[in-house]
């Protein structure tokens, strides 16, 4: 009868050329010894195959398998045939995990064969449709941080070049990556417009429209102005009555950056100005230069048009203001604000007290973290500020051999060493800090931990100023 004898556990993360699991993989592992003789242990035969069917989402599978030293005739390795989840594509990966081999199946194990099985992986196929090229076979060209990815060719895959905030994206066509339209600067409503000319496509724009000038604005606030914007009127106006305006929902915008203006209304109308008692008399309005000023007929009150004013930018109540970064502001009449100079010595400011922290990490706490590689990305820096690295601290539960790799995606290393062992299980450890402290804004952190296989969990924490 057969025996099982001394069996050893293995495990393989499988992923093709480009980086793409295996996911949900099937296959076999069998035996393979000298000249194709049988297999013993102990003068007994041993089964020469073992079937694979809990391949993960992962790309990873384990299995449990004899022990290459206690196999007769000695020599003896395996064959993996792995399957992907597609059904059709496969590869064999021969002679692995022999006595003689870097990563010798024996022992209790877990032993990692993914380095050996993944020299013979395929390419998975494009999940962009049959017929196509695998995805990607190449990256070539220039990859740009805030690029869009596009293909060169059917193999090729480069970057565009990074995008301006809020542009709209463009097609580049074939051989081509994505374009962008430069985006609107000035205030105001855009929409994207293409003049065709020869029955050619062109290069769109984004053109500023709503805003209609009226520099030659009469005297008199016109029917013509209705929903519409009178920029630097006459300083003296006079509001007729809206029969005269020819529309009883009346209503108009001025711009006054060039004067003052005196808006009199005809009898028997009153206006208010920003939510007062309404003037009384047909007084006149007065809107202050360097405002941006609507007017409209009240719908409740009758005889009653209503107007609300803001000020530009850089002026308070028509006046400008211009203070310094750093300078207190106090309030003096008609509540108009004003430098009042540099912050007193000592005080504090709440700038000096933006604070960062940024953690993450692997584990369930109750399963061990296979042997093996993990890389994460975190720590993005959407401050708009640069942040100064203040601390760095890991941590694992068990287990004296597991690594850790940190390093700013632009920034570089930020630890002395390429990689810090986690030689202390059960509290945080303090790896010592590189010169690489200034995390720029849109800047990221990269985490690489190798797990030695024990520790359960693993905690990573960067903390920083800005």
Not at 80 to 97: D, K, L, R, V, Y
Not at 437 to 456: C, E, N, P, R, W
Request: aromatic share 8%; with cysteine.
């Amino acid at each position: 009868m057969a025996c099982f004898g001394q069996q050893t556990k293995i495990s393989a993360t499988i992923i093709d050329p480009a980086g793409h699991l295996y996911q949900f993989l099937t296959g076999s592992a069998s035996i393979n010894c000298p000249g194709g003789q049988a297999p013993l242990y102990n003068g007994y035969t041993v089964p020469r195959n073992f079937p694979i069917t809990g391949g993960d989402g992962n790309g990873t599978f384990s299995l449990t398998l004899y022990d290459v030293n206690v196999i007769t005739p000695s020599g003896c390795s395996y064959n993996f045939a792995i399957t992907a989840s597609n059904g059709t594509t496969n590869f064999i990966a021969p002679s692995i995990g022999g006595s003689a081999s870097a990563t010798p199946i024996t022992g209790t194990g877990p032993v990692n064969l993914s380095t050996a099985i993944n020299a013979y992986a395929v390419l998975l196929p494009s999940t962009g449709g049959s017929g196509g090229s695998a995805f990607p076979v190449t990256v070539s060209g220039t990859v740009n941080s805030g690029g869009i990815p596009c293909f060169n060719s059917t193999t090729n895959e480069e970057s565009s070049a990074a995008l301006t905030q809020y542009a709209p994206v463009i097609g580049g066509g074939a051989g081509a990556c994505v374009g962008q339209v430069a985006p609107g600067t000035t205030n105001g409503t855009y929409v994207m417009q293409e003049v065709v000319s020869g029955s050619a496509a062109t290069a769109p724009t984004l053109t500023l429209v709503g805003l209609v000038v009226d520099q030659a604005a009469g005297a008199n606030v016109l029917y013509s102005d209705n929903n519409n914007i009178q920029y630097n009127p006459a300083a003296s106006l006079t509001f007729p009555t809206p029969p005269n305006l020819g529309n009883a929902n009346f209503f108009t915008s001025m711009i006054l950056d060039a004067n003052a203006v005196s808006l009199t209304p005809t009898t028997p109308w009153n206006f208010a100005v920003n939510g007062a008692a309404a003037l009384t008399s047909q007084t006149a309005a007065s809107l202050l230069r360097h405002t941006g000023c609507i007017l409209f007929i009240n719908q409740v009150t009758a005889n009653q048009a209503n107007i609300h004013c803001t000020d530009t930018q850089g002026y308070i109540n028509g006046t400008a203001f211009a203070g310094t970064s750093g300078h207190l502001v106090s309030f003096g009449a008609n509540n108009i604000p004003a430098d009042s100079g540099v912050v007193a010595a000592n005080v504090l400011s709440a700038a000096q007290y933006k604070t960062i922290t940024c953690e993450g990490g692997l584990g369930d706490g109750k399963n061990a973290i296979a042997s093996g590689t993990y890389n994460q990305t975190t720590c993005y820096n959407g401050t708009g500020a640069s942040i100064t690295i203040t601390g760095i601290k890991v941590y694992v539960n068990a287990g004296t051999a597991s690594t850790i790799a940190i390093s700013g995606n632009t920034l570089g290393n930020l630890i002395n060493a390429a990689t810090y062992t986690i030689g202390t299980a059960g509290s945080y450890q303090t790896p010592t800090q590189s010169s690489n402290v200034t995390l720029t804004s849109t800047d990221y952190i990269k985490f690489q931990f190798v797990a030695d296989g024990t520790a359960t969990q693993v905690d990573w924490v960067i903390t920083g100023t800005y």
